[in-house]
């Protein structure tokens, strides 16, 4: 097989030459194809076989010990000016990033079939979605690419319509952790992956095209490719709003993502649909509206803490057609993670079950499985125009300072309460507890160029006619001073999004804050929640002096970028911490009079 576009094919023939494979299987992305490539690594070794009477089409990989996540400190965006990566990004000049690369797949795939496959980021006919290519010598990485994308014979068909499409070359190498890169070309759209078989490696339609070279396409192009689910709130009218949110890791996306309502609200008739649960592709329509896709046809998800007490939608997706990464297995053959019940007898590594060796499964062990498998699974997540946004929500783990939810000012002000976002650190995690690691937007590994340039594009889509999302911040981790979480969350926080609906739709008041808008009292639903009032409190609380501090904190965090952190994000710092300062001077000037 070959293309009719012919600087595919060029490019084909030239990455064939450099790493000089057995054969070239040009991938349809077929069911055949699928069970084809399935029984060879089944042979191989490369997949494992679990128990087909529980999880029907359900397979177990173990990658090398030392492939286990995404590696940062190896993970470069390779523009032609340095400062075009910006501080936010590990640098290396193309030429030498080129070289560098091409030495490592010199000759890489000899004895090895070389997999072209054609994919399409996004439904197959929405304007908004991208196409790409990824050569690959890991059938692993082929069968996750066809659940993760649309890949195939119609996305081959767009890219020889269109003539364009990014180009993503990942070669397993020798999974030696000092011959491991993953190289960024935003101005070439192009990736280099090499050395490692892990999902976000090696999966280049994943974070490397739909977030890296995408953002990048994304700022010349006048849209945004962010870190962010996509849920749809459905009321008992039949009204259903679509929020777009991001948190950092560990701060329960797919969980918000798969939401189930609490009984109340259940019996009342919400519903809440899934469209999206990792990226979010957002473009302002011809209303003046934003309006999203999820790029991605799948979940790469994390296994560990899936259960049935914290996402039972989750867990009910992944029980047929999935492909588990480092779990462990029961006797009788089934996937295992901690949260589940029942006993390991084997470990991700492979190895007899000892609590010696550490958890069980890997703590990053993940699950591939195609979205329309999930109960809650919006059909909309196919529509070519995507989904109108009614709101966008950025939050992070805070144990104090930061409410329970916010609304920000206006578009300015969200994007600066984007751009401060972070967690804190626990005892369990590093040996000093409370320390803020600030994650923009939840896009610290992911922008592919400059911080300043992206926030200065943020703030571009506030403009005439410009119907924008209302944006909010939440934090569901405020614990008290016992050091549990004051707030239950999970389906709970269908709650804090009602609210936030209310305020979209001019039903609730709110009240103004020098941060923000917060809850009215009694405009929180909280029917059915055993919440005592000095816990409520204590969830909207505004420490005027703590927020002294933390916009301080936020703008040293905004200087740290340079000249090009748009004055405008200064000057909306400058204009919170006043707020604040006015606060505070007030019942001072009350007393003096």
């Known amino acids: 097989m070959s293309s009719k576009l012919e600087a595919l094919q060029r490019w084909v023939d030239e990455v064939a030459a450099l790493t000089r494979p057995a054969q070239i299987h040009w991938c ?51 523009t032609k000016d340095e400062e075009d990566a910006g501080p936010n990004n590990h640098w290396m000049a193309p030429a030498d990033a080129h070289a560098k690369m091409d030495a490592l797949f010199d000759g890489c795939m000899e004895g090895r079939t070389m997999y072209v496959i054609p994919y399409c980021m996004g439904p197959i006919d929405s304007p908004l979605a991208r196409c790409g290519v990824e050569i690959t010598d890991s059938p692993y990485v082929v069968i996750n690419m066809r659940t993760m994308t649309r890949m195939g014979a119609p996305a081959l068909a767009r890219i020889e319509r269109e003539g364009s499409f990014v180009k993503g070359l990942h070669s397993t190498g020798e999974l030696d952790p000092e011959r491991r890169f993953i190289m960024h070309f935003p101005e070439e759209l192009t990736i280099k992956s090499y050395g490692s078989g892990y999902g976000g490696n090696a999966l280049l339609g994943k974070k490397c095209h739909a977030l890296r070279i995408a953002s990048y396409q994304a700022k010349s192009e006048g849209w945004l490719a962010e870190h962010m689910l996509i849920v749809g709130i459905e009321n008992p009218k039949g009204e259903t709003h679509y929020i777009a949110a991001a948190f950092p890791s560990a701060c329960g996306k797919t969980n918000l993502a798969m939401l189930i309502p609490p009984e109340g609200y259940r019996k009342d ?60 297995v029961t006797a009788d053959n089934q996937p295992w993670w901690e949260g589940l019940p029942g ?105 592919g160029y400059h911080y300043g340039d992206y926030f200065r594009h943020w703030l571009s889509f506030d403009r005439p006619g410009a119907k924008l999302p209302k944006i909010f911040h939440v934090n569901w981790f405020r614990k008290g001073e016992d050091g549990r979480f004051l707030w239950p969350g999970f389906g709970d926080n269908l709650r804090v999004l009602e609210w936030m609906i209310q305020r979209v739709e001019g039903q609730a008041a709110g009240v103004d804050t020098p941060i923000g808008t917060l809850p009215a009292k009694g405009e929180l639903q909280l029917d059915g929640l055993a919440l005592d009032a000095h816990t409520l409190d204590t969830l909207l609380h505004v420490d005027h002096a703590g927020w002294q501090d933390e916009l301080a904190a936020i703008g040293e965090y905004l200087h740290s970028f340079g000249d090009r952190m748009p004055q405008q994000l200064h000057a909306e710092q400058q204009r919170v911490a006043q707020a604040l300062d006015d606060a505070a001077d007030a019942p001072r000037a009350a007393l003096a009079s």
Not at 38 to 67: A, F, K, W
Not at 297 to 302: E, I, K, L, N, S
Not at 364 to 382: D, G, I, L, Y
Not at 409 to 427: F, I, R
């Open 28 to 78: 349809d992305g077929s069911e055949t194809e699928y069970r084809q490539l399935v029984q060879q690594m089944l042979q191989t070794g490369d997949l494992i076989e679990l128990n087909q009477q529980t999880h029907p089409g359900c397979y177990l990989h173990r990658s090398n010990p030392s492939d286990v996540a995404r590696v940062e400190h190896l993970t470069f965006v390779c």
């Open 269 to 328: 008739g919400w519903k809440v649909w899934t469209v999206g649960d990792d990226i979010c592709w957002m473009r302002p329509g011809a209303d003046g509206r934003l309006y999203a896709i999820n790029p991605e046809a799948g979940y790469f998800g994390v296994a560990p803490g899936t259960s049935d007490g914290t996402n039972p939608n989750a867990l009910s997706t992944i029980a047929k057609d999935t492909i588990f990464t480092n779990v462990a």
């Open 343 to 447: 006993t390991p007898v084997t470990d991700w590594q492979g190895r007899p079950y000892d609590p010696a060796n550490g958890p069980a499964a890997h703590p990053n062990s993940r699950f591939t499985v195609s979205a329309k498998q999930c109960p809650t699974w919006s059909s909309h997540a196919e529509d070519a125009q995507g989904v109108p946004l009614s709101a966008i929500v950025f939050g992070g783990r805070r144990p104090s300072l930061v409410p329970l939810v916010f609304e920000a000012k206006d578009w300015a002000h969200g994007v600066l309460v984007g751009a401060a976002m972070g967690s804190e650190t626990t005892a369990a995690a590093t040996g000093a507890v409370g320390v803020l690691r600030r994650d923009s937007m939840a896009m610290k590994p992911f922008a």
